[in-house]
T-cell receptor, first 113, second 110 residues
Framework: NAGVTQTPKFQVLKTGQSMTLQCAQD?????MSWYRQDPGMGLRLIHY???????DQGEVPNGYNVSRSTTEDFPLRLLSAAPSQTSVYFC????????????FGDGTRLSIL | EDQVTQSPEALRLQEGESSSLNCSYTVSGLRGLFWYRQDPGKGPEFLFT???AGEEKEKERLKATLTKKESFLHITAPKPEDSATYLCAVQAYGAQKLVFGQGTRLTINP
């Protein structure tokens, strides 16, 4: 099993560009989520999904969009990148809603110029 | 609002020098407290879950303990490979999300 796979590992964007961060898991987990990690701050929840076709907002959802068309995939879209979105993004999954522990991918390091 | 504070921010030890990391929390009904390890350039890796005050969990040189207000991660006779950032998180009853602390960056010098 690969676990949680995130692509790309690194990305540099210009302000105003859009892009999609990919996340896939092969553990048949129902629950998937996106976090961002900034220096001096804890991981903060952006969006989450409790199953295919169901998504909801987390703590810091503005500027991001998600969809969940399959159990395996949970892409995160930046609609119009801003320098404040420079961060490391982590995707995580767990067996079902509220279940722990969560399994994390290795992150996408995103810089917005 | 649920909150997690970890201390110290950074800790440097000599190999074999035991110490403890602190995680103080406030939460509206604790469902679970979680410890993760994060290596540079990697995602958090799960270590322990604690559910109630008085509970303890051990794994190799690590032992996690829980009270009603804080958790400690005790590191006994650490080795250089224990160097990492250690993250603490809590989940409240009925909540989807984990609330994370800022982490403690641990360095073990040989």
């Amino acid at each position: 099993n690969a676990g949680v796979t995130q692509t790309p590992k690194f990305q540099v964007l210009k302000t105003g560009q859009s892009m999609t961060l990919q996340c896939a898991q092969d553990m048949n987990h129902e629950y998937m989520s996106w976090y961002r990690q900034d220096p001096g701050m804890g991981l903060r929840l952006i969006h989450y999904s409790v199953g295919a076709g169901i998504t909801d907002q987390g703590e810091v959802p503005n500027g991001y969009n998600v969809s969940r068309s399959t159990t395996e995939d949970f892409p995160l879209r930046l609609l119009s990148a801003a320098p404040s979105q420079t961060s490391v993004y982590f995707c995580a999954s767990s067996l079902r809603q509220g279940a722990q522990p969560q399994h994390f991918g290795d992150g996408t390091r995103l810089s917005i110029l | 609002e649920d909150q997690v504070t970890q201390s110290p921010e950074a800790l440097r030890l000599q190999e074999g020098e035991s110490s403890s990391l602190n995680c103080s929390y406030t939460v509206s009904g604790l469902r679970g407290l979680f410890w993760y390890r994060q290596d540079p350039g990697k995602g958090p890796e799960f270590l322990f879950t604690l559910y109630s005050a008085g509970e303890e969990k051990e794994k190799e040189r690590l032992k996690a303990t829980l009270t009603k207000k804080e958790s400690f991660l005790h590191i006994t006779a650490p080795k250089p490979e224990d160097s990492a950032t250690y993250l603490c998180a809590v989940q409240a009853y009925g909540a989807q999300k984990l609330v994370f602390g800022q982490g403690t960056r641990l360095t073990i010098n040989p």
